[in-house]
């Protein structure tokens, strides 16, 4: 069972947008501006997408912005490109001594 | 540009210890800006965070995984290592090696190693 909780799937067709939520409590996502996204592609090393809530690393997508509010963050994917599907999974900070909790990760399937 | 890679056995016995090392070129470890660690994940499941250090601080681990895990430093070598003892086939996966911010997110990843246990 995984710390964060994440939806199992979600799917859209291209150019729609569509959203992941991402569920913890106050001892993470809800009481630290630190929640990160990870795109992951099949055999491959997950990518950061956002960090700090919404925060995009040099060279991702514009079309890829994350928010917060209360202890649910979420990543919206806009103009949605078949590229983009994968398995997209949520960390946050937290103030246990482990240093990062990762959600379950949700599939997300472009139509 | 930061690299991570991890090297060690495919195979592990049930029982024994799980080995690997992470080789960083590009970037140092002493680096007081990050923290370093791993990061595993079973065939078709999620993400589960084993434990980084900071240089020159504390190493934190996985409560779950604590009585089982060392992590350890070669600076001279740029390297970082994990142990993982007692294995089951519960610990069969992809294990990556990974440069955290202060933040915790994760900004670098190995390619990642899979490691079975089997007899």
């Known amino acids: 069972q995984s710390a964060l909780t994440q939806p199992a799937s979600v799917s859209g067709s291209p150019g729609q947008s569509i959203t992941i939520s991402c569920t913890g409590t106050?001892?993470?996502?809800?009481?630290?501006?630190?929640v990160s996204w990870y795109q992951q592609h099949p055999g491959k090393a997950p990518k950061l997408m956002i960090y700090d809530v919404s925060n995009r690393p040099s060279g991702v997508s514009n079309r890829f912005s994350g928010s917060k509010s209360g202890n649910t963050a979420s990543l919206t994917i806009s103009g949605l490109q078949a590229e983009d599907e994968g398995d997209y999974y949520c960390?946050?900070?937290?103030?246990?001594?482990?240093?990062?909790?990762f959600g379950g990760g949700t599939k997300l399937t472009v139509l | 540009q930061l690299q991570l890679q991890e090297s060690g056995p495919g195979l592990v016995k049930p029982s024994e210890t799980l080995s690997l090392t992470c080789t960083v070129s590009g970037g140092s470890i002493s680096s007081s800006s990050y923290y370093w660690g791993w990061i595993r994940q079973p065939p078709g499941k999620g993400l589960e965070w084993i434990g980084s250090?900071?240089?020159?601080?504390?190493?934190y681990y996985s409560p779950s995984l604590k009585s089982r895990v060392t992590i350890s430093v070669d600076t001279s070598k740029n390297q970082f290592s994990l142990k993982l003892g007692s294995v089951t086939a519960a610990d069969t996966a992809v294990y990556y090696c990974a440069r955290q911010g202060t933040t915790s997110c994760v900004d670098y990843w190995g390619q990642g190693t899979l490691v079975t246990v089997s007899s």
């Open positions: 250090f900071y240089f020159g601080g504390t190493i």
């Open positions: 106050s001892s993470d996502v809800g009481g630290y501006n630190y």
């Open positions: 960390g946050s900070y937290t103030s246990t001594r482990t240093l990062v909790v």
